[in-house]
């Protein structure tokens, strides 16, 4: 599903010197299989996850959704692949403040032509199976932290992407509201879905198919 | 749609008002210029010769009824309105302003000469008829300031006028006019000046009160050029001061030019202290909003999609904040205009064309900042734009 070959990322330091990230990457998820990808903090995880994304490009190298070359797209073909492909999962739940929490998951369904009662349904269906259908006219100040993460989780699978990629899905929450996102996550993975998931925390890799560390911009197999 | 936009609206609404009451400040000026402007060039202005009581526009001496019937003689000449213009406080008449209170008295024999005014808009009771005497129709400020109406009473000279009528507000000199008939006009000159009173006495001078004139509107023939006219006044009939309407149009221009320049400055000042405040606070808000940009394009949102998106609420929130602006600046206008309506003046003029071009201004370059702001927040990639909020 997800094929990364020669990944090359750097930034630019503030004293102007490039700082090399992520050093010729190559990975491979299949549908079903879940990949943890561990590593200290600033060791390039999230920037990893973000080229795999197409939220960034990366200085070079290619990644492919099944057969399709997707980081030599323009914009507006990289958005399309994104809506089509990818479901997203923020530390941070990076849901809108104006809007309800069942407004933040349809929005999913918004920019791939989805939206309807159907979409709806499928939506109130999620929330009800992380426990959230009764805060579905919450907005997210109103919501705790696992709610938030929750809510975030149904919109990242509302549309059933082949690939889902978890950035520290859990760094944010408490073991118990942890250890539900991580429970829904590897359900996406049995459900078929390619799951890559970036977390410093060992029971993220509980259920992986796989688990890297990177280090010095290169995935290691431990 | 429009939630999360409070501030937004409110901070348009702000620089939408001060556009909008700058503006109104600036159309007072000009339709004070216009009204006065369009009223020389309506008709002759010819006094007699002379500094006399320095009143009204020609500011000249004695017109007496001879001169009206060789003025009326003149080929080219329409009609010829005798009339008596005296300042209602002698002690302000020392110079011709366009803001004092002045009485006027028409000859309502005569049609009203003047092209632009043939008649004044009555906005409560009617105007002055021929035959009536000690009644008297109001300005609207001058009305206003004393709180008169019609069938109100009103003391000039000593005498008791009842007020038979209200003139729309005009926004012009009109607006501090009391207008008399010619007959009472003339009594209250006489009552005025001692010297005048001193000549009569004397019978020096064999004047009857048809003579007593201060000036005469002139109208034209069709076909007529009002200047030739004028000149033609001027050649046959002596002892007259005869204004060209071009002329005298020339010497408003020039004496309000300063007020020109004003409202220009103003206008100015209105668009670009409205203006900015308006774009800025729209641009403002799109850039918080850049996480929010960054989510929605990780979820697929194209260019396109989320310019369309941003326009439509762009749009919406400059129309509610523009709406609300000019409802604040008609409110603010309201206000400061009741607390110097007692003074005798009107500082702002709403004009529809003034409150739809503001909106419309506001809803242009609102859009236009929004579509800035979103090129410039789309220009970063998805990623940066999470990692700039956080």
Not at chain 2, 107 to 136: I, K, Q, T, W
Not at chain 2, 148 to 160: A, Q
Not at chain 2, 167 to 189: E, G, N
Not at chain 2, 195 to 202: Q, Y
Request: glycine content about 12%; hydrophobic content about 50%; proline content about 5%.
């Amino acid at each position: 599903m997800l094929r990364a070959v020669g990944l090359v990322k750097s930034y630019r330091a503030p004293s102007g010197a490039p700082i090399r990230v992520l050093a010729g990457v190559d990975l491979s998820v299949k549908p079903g299989e879940l990949v943890v990808v561990t590593g200290p903090s600033g060791s390039g995880k999230s920037t990893l996850l973000n080229v795999l994304g197409l939220l960034e490009d990366g200085d070079g190298g290619d990644v492919w959704f099944e057969d399709a070359r997707v980081s030599a797209l323009g914009r507006g073909a990289k958005s399309r692949a994104r809506g089509g492909y990818v479901g997203f999962l923020f530390q941070s739940f990076l849901l809108l403040p104006s809007l309800t929490a069942l407004e933040n998951v349809l929005l999913a369904a918004r920019y791939v032509g989805r939206a309807g009662p159907a979409t709806r349904r499928r939506a109130l269906d999620l929330m009800a199976e992380v426990g959230v259908a009764d805060r579905q006219d919450h907005f997210p100040p109103q919501l705790s932290g696992g709610e938030q993460q929750r809510v975030a989780f149904c919109r990242a699978v509302l549309n059933d992407p082949p690939l889902l990629l978890a950035d520290e899905p859990t760094g944010s929450l408490d073991d118990a509201n942890g250890a539900v996102i991580l429970a829904a996550i590897r359900g996406r993975a049995r459900a078929g879905a390619a799951v890559v998931v970036v977390s410093h925390r060992p029971e993220a890799a509980v259920g992986a198919g796989m688990v890297y560390r990177l280090r010095d911009g290169a995935l290691e197999s431990p | 749609m429009l939630r999360g936009y409070l501030f937004t609206v409110l901070g348009i609404a702000i620089g939408v008002a001060g556009l909008v009451a700058l503006g109104a400040m600036s159309e007072r000026i000009v339709r004070f210029i216009e009204g006065g402007d369009r009223f020389v060039l309506g008709q002759i202005s010819v006094a007699g010769r002379g500094m006399g009581m320095g009143t009204g526009f020609t500011a000249g001496g004695l017109l007496p009824a001879s001169a009206i019937r060789a003025i009326a003689a003149v080929p080219g000449v329409a009609g010829v309105q005798p009339q008596v213009m005296l300042p209602l406080n002698p002690s302000t008449s020392q110079f011709m302003t366009l803001t004092q209170e002045l009485v006027l008295g028409f000859d309502l024999s005569v049609p009203m000469p003047n092209r632009h005014y043939r008649s004044l808009p009555v906005r409560a009771g009617r105007f002055l008829l021929e035959g009536d005497r000690r009644v008297a129709v109001l300005g609207a400020a001058f009305a206003a300031s004393r709180g008169l109406g019609v069938g109100s009473r009103l003391t000039l000279e000593g005498e008791s006028y009842e007020v038979v009528g209200v003139l729309d507000r005009m926004l012009t000199a009109p607006d501090r006019f009391v207008m008399v008939p010619i007959a009472d006009a003339r009594a209250q000159w006489v009552a005025k000046d001692a010297l005048l009173r001193t000549v009569l006495a004397s019978g020096a001078m064999a004047l009857t009160a048809a003579d007593l004139n201060t000036g005469a509107a002139v109208g034209w023939r069709d076909g007529e050029d009002p200047d030739a006219v004028a000149l033609r006044i001027r050649e046959r009939v002596p002892a007259v001061n005869v204004q060209l309407p071009s002329e005298l149009s020339q010497l408003l221009q020039s004496s309000t030019a300063f007020f020109s320049a004003l409202l220009a400055g103003i206008g100015v000042l209105a668009f670009v202290i409205g203006g900015l405040s308006l774009a800025n606070t729209v641009a403002a808000a799109v850039f918080e909003r850049i996480r929010d940009f960054g989510v929605k394009r990780a979820l697929g949102a194209s260019d396109l999609q989320l310019g369309r998106e941003v326009l439509g609420e762009a749009l919406a929130v400059t129309l509610v904040g523009g709406v609300a602006g000019i409802a604040l600046a008609l409110a603010l206008g309201w206000v400061i205009d009741g607390y110097v309506a007692g003074s005798n003046q009107q500082l702002f003029h709403f004009s529809p064309r003034l409150l739809g071009g503001a909106l419309a201004f506001s809803v242009l370059l609102g859009t236009a900042a929004a579509a800035y702001a979103t090129a410039r927040v789309v220009s970063v990639s998805p990623a940066e734009a999470i990692r700039r909020s956080s």
